[in-house]
Nanobody, 114 residues
Framework: QVHLVESGGGLVQPGKSLRLSCAAS??????MAWYRQPPGQARELVAE???????NYADSVKDRFAISFESSIRTAFLQISSLTPEDTAVYYC??????????WGEGTLVTVST
């Protein structure tokens, strides 16, 4: 069983930076990923990282988003810089076990506004 808990969301002004965290517990994971779901839109992948450190980003965010994983605390981070109102979304953490089973966190809301 895997449990994922996101944190770090909130109200942020445009142009600022934010770091989201996803703490994992339970079974080991092969991939940890961040998705986001803007209001009224579909959930989309923004970044993912394997347990070997290989990363992948959506083209739309790769210049501003950085994913990392701290193995000692089993926590994935998503650093977002130069936030815009278009980044407003619920950000979800997803963990994938080596066998392919996926798990989702509850999400954390990021609102970018003045």
């Amino acid at each position: 069983q895997v449990h994922l808990v996101e944190s770090g969301g909130g109200l942020v002004q445009p142009g600022k930076s934010l770091r989201l965290s996803c703490a994992a517990s339970g079974s080991s994971l092969y991939i940890m990923a961040w998705y986001r779901q803007p209001p009224g839109q579909a959930r989309e992948l923004v970044a993912e990282i394997t347990n070997g450190g290989r990363v992948n980003y959506a083209d739309s965010v790769k210049d501003r988003f950085a994913i990392s994983f701290e193995s000692s605390i089993r926590t994935a981070f998503l650093q977002i810089s130069s936030l815009t109102p278009e980044d407003t979304a619920v950000y979800y953490c997803k963990g994938i076990e080596p066998g392919g089973t996926s798990h989702w966190g509850e999400g954390t809301l990021v609102t970018v506004s003045t």
